[in-house]
């Protein structure tokens, strides 16, 4: 059963990714080549693909699969679109969080756990206050944009579990650093120049979805044999 979900997510991505592609075109990045439709497609498929695996074979988070790939379809035109842009638009995290919040209320009440709810609004509250707060910091380079998508992110996260929170809020700023490091490094960045954060952000919670349990489990026994 397993297997056929992550397949059946697997042709929602192939068919949703030219879609994806052609609607960060319209929401301001560059209008998509066949190159970038079969690379958005790529990822797209990727991503759902992971994320029916992950979730489909928990029966306490295979109702929260539609929130999660709703998130990722979304998740993909922001990244597309910010790395573009430096930007993450509000046509997409705005709409996003009643659409994300109606899925895992779904979810919550399809496995009969309500606490998940509870998880989920202070995974959302804490990390719009932790990027909020950095947003207003002298100095800092996030945008209002990246705090939107923190509190959609922080929603996600905090459903599934408080390892998976932790885990993408600390990856996402790891990630942050390296793609900083990486652009300075190849001179299309200096340190003054606004980097887009979004695909870091999202590539974190990527990452605690999928590791984030056995991430934090592993690192828990490593800083406390």
Known sequence: MNGLVALAAAVVGLAVGPVLAKASGRIGARTADVGRIVRVTVVT??????????????????????????????GVVLAVVDLDTSRLPDAITIPAYPVLAGLLVT????????????????????CLTLYAGLCLAPGEGLGFGDVKLAGLLGMALGWLSWSSLVTGVVLGFGYGAM???????????????????????????????LVGERLSAAYLAWALP
């Open 45 to 74: 498929t990727l991503i759902f693909t992971a994320l029916a695996t992950r979730l489909a074979g928990d029966p306490q988070t295979r109702y929260a699969l539609p929130a999660f790939l709703v998130l990722a379809g979304a």
């Open 107 to 126: 979810a919550s009440v399809a496995a009969g756990d309500v606490s998940t709810l509870v998880r989920s609004g202070i995974g959302a509250a804490m």
């Open 179 to 209: 793609m900083g490091l990486v652009l300075l490094a190849t001179g299309r960045a200096t340190i003054h120049s606004r980097m887009p954060f979004g695909p870091a952000m999202l590539a974190g919670a990527f990452t605690g979805v």
